[in-house]
C-alpha cells in the first residue's frame, strides 16, 4: 500500500474507529528510516503519540515473518458454522 494507506489504517486504530488488526511492514532496512523518525521526532520530540502506537504496527524482513504474524493474529478468530 502507499503511505497514505499505512497512515490511515494506523489512525483508524489509535482513534478507535476500527479495530486492531495486523499492519506488517516488510523489509526493515526500507522502513528503518520512517521508524527512526517517527520514534525520535513524533514520540520523544514532540509527544504527538504515546509509546503504545509503536506496537500498531510490526517490521519484518520477510514474507514469511509477515504470513506468521497474520496467521497468528487471525487465528484467535477462527470463524465457525453458527448451526
Given at each position: 500500500?502507499?503511505?497514505?494507506?499505512?497512515?490511515?489504517?494506523?489512525?483508524?486504530?489509535?482513534?478507535?474507529?476500527?479495530?486492531?488488526?495486523?499492519?506488517?511492514?516488510?523489509?526493515?532496512?526500507?522502513?528503518?528510516?520512517?521508524?527512526?523518525?517517527?520514534?525520535?521526532?513524533?514520540l520523544?520530540k514532540?509527544?504527538?503519540?504515546?509509546?503504545?502506537?509503536?506496537?500498531?504496527?510490526?517490521?519484518?524482513?520477510?514474507?514469511?515473518?509477515?504470513?506468521?504474524?497474520?496467521?497468528?493474529?487471525?487465528?484467535?478468530?477462527?470463524?465457525?458454522?453458527?448451526?
Open positions: 500500500g502507499t503511505f497514505d494507506e499505512l497512515f490511515e489504517a494506523i489512525t483508524l486504530i489509535q482513534t478507535g474507529k476500527i479495530g486492531k488488526f495486523p499492519i506488517v511492514l516488510v523489509g526493515k532496512s526500507y522502513w528503518e528510516g520512517l521508524i527512526k523518525w517517527i520514534r525520535e521526532v513524533m520523544e514532540e509527544h504527538n503519540i504515546s509509546p503504545g502506537d509503536l506496537d500498531i504496527f510490526t517490521v519484518v524482513d520477510t514474507s514469511d515473518e509477515a504470513v506468521e504474524i497474520i496467521d497468528t493474529f487471525y487465528s484467535k478468530y477462527m470463524l465457525s458454522p453458527n448451526f
